[in-house]
């Protein structure tokens, strides 16, 4: 949700210009202020950010985004195995066309990365996992550890940092690239012969047109949250991302019907689906990416039509039901990063938070936005130390913000 001042909006952000009467009032029932999600002098990424919200330092956690999706696709990577994020992408004219492929479809897109990738599989050393829409897993394996090493040294661009600029000069670079570069060309003489995908240019959507590989790494290290914090929690996305952190934390990664990532996913079923979690764990992770997706594509009305309708669709049943149960729980909102609409992609720097419940002062701010948050003077440069704050019951104070 989080963005930069915007000509176009007269110098306010997505976030300040739209109707958001939920987070508004949590603002006011409780704290505002600000945290930063991603540190200093790490890549911007929904992977940093969201280790950050679960309560993990990146800086001690964190070893690469398709590791991640690959656990929330119960792969078990070996010694001498290094998983990419390989998404289904869309090249035109030269560039970076549209890095979801059109927000391609799952069903369509698990058979073709399934069927291409095995035509892959019989010359490479790797292997494909489908996932969701755009977004599936590739399996490097070598037979030593320098090739390994190689494979995670080897710099990978993210499709999502370049729409609309010439990928040929993006491709990867360094250690493993010849091969790296040889399946992607490969995939994209492939690809274009795919019945579905020449059926997905006839019926007007973007090519599914390349295999992308980036965001390489090893399983990571991660205490549990029963270790950390001795307490059951689930997990609600339609990103592989987020639950695999959550399987990765010893949570409950639950699947809802209709959960897309976009702007038509299921909001009923992801909320009713948390609330009745709660009688059962100790809190619930719900996490909505249609604002992030809105941002990649330079889009301010869906931005903030997406802002809206999280609001809307999730913020305010969460807000009620909370309001009934004032005095046994905590309830917090905040963005994992921010996503600039100028500039189509991620960026650091810091993110507003809103929470009240027990143990939190009210400010009585009227607006949940950046520059409310910054006005208040609270702010957090860690963000798991704000979430460990909040999980962990510690009291909000006005005028005296803990571990700052």
């Not at 490097?140 to 729409?163: A, K, N």
Request: glycine share 8%; with cysteine; hydrophobic share 35%.
């Amino acid at each position: 949700m989080a963005d930069f001042p915007l000509e176009e909006l007269e110098g306010k952000t997505p976030l300040e210009v739209a109707s958001t009467p939920a987070m508004d009032e949590i603002s006011k029932r409780g704290l505002i202020g600000l945290h930063s999600p991603i540190p200093e002098g790490i890549p911007p990424g929904s992977d940093i950010g969201n280790l950050s919200l679960f309560g993990y330092n990146p800086k001690e956690s964190f070893s690469g985004r398709a590791p991640l999706e690959a656990a929330r696709q119960g792969i078990v990577l070996r010694p001498n195995e290094v998983a990419f994020r390989c998404n289904l992408v869309s090249l035109r004219d030269g560039v970076m066309f549209d890095f979801t492929s059109g927000h391609i479809p799952t069903e369509i897109s698990r058979v073709i990365v399934r069927e291409v990738g095995e035509e892959l599989e019989k010359k490479y050393p790797v292997k494909f996992y489908p996932g969701v829409s755009y977004r599936h897993i590739a399996v490097v394996s070598g037979d030593t550890e320098g090739f390994v090493s190689s494979l995670e040294s080897t710099e990978c661009t993210p499709p999502h940092d370049i729409t609309g600029k010439p990928w040929a000069d993006y491709l990867p670079n360094g250690p493993a690239s010849t091969l790296l570069i040889s399946i992607m060309r490969d995939s994209q003489k492939l690809l274009p012969e795919h019945s579905l995908s020449k059926k997905r240019v006839i019926e007007g959507n973007p090519e599914p047109n390349s295999f992308w590989l980036w965001g390489q790494g090893k399983t990571p290290a991660m205490k549990s949250y029963k270790e950390l914090f001795n307490l059951k929690g689930s997990v609600i996305s339609a990103v592989d991302l987020v639950k695999g952190i959550g399987i990765l934390a010893g949570l409950k990664s639950i699947d809802v019907p209709g959960a897309t990532g976009w702007l038509d996913t299921n909001y009923k079923g992801k909320i009713d689906t948390a609330l009745s979690e709660l009688s059962e764990v100790d809190f619930v992770f719900v996490h909505v990416e249609a604002p992030d997706e809105a941002s990649h594509q330079g889009r301010i009305d869906l931005k903030i039509r997406a802002i809206e309708e999280f609001d809307k669709y999730i913020v305010a049943p969460a807000l009620e039901y909370f309001i009934k149960r004032h005095g046994e729980m905590r309830l917090l909102v905040t963005p994992d990063h921010i996503t600039a609409i100028q500039t189509k992609t991620h960026a650091g720097g810091l993110v507003p938070f809103a929470m009240s419940g027990v143990g939190i002062d009210s400010s009585g701010v009227n607006k949940y936005c950046e520059t409310t948050a910054r006005q208040t003077g609270i702010m957090y440069p860690e963000t798991h130390v704000l979430i460990k704050n909040f999980l962990t019951n510690v009291p909000f104070y006005i005028g005296k913000p803990q571990n700052l």
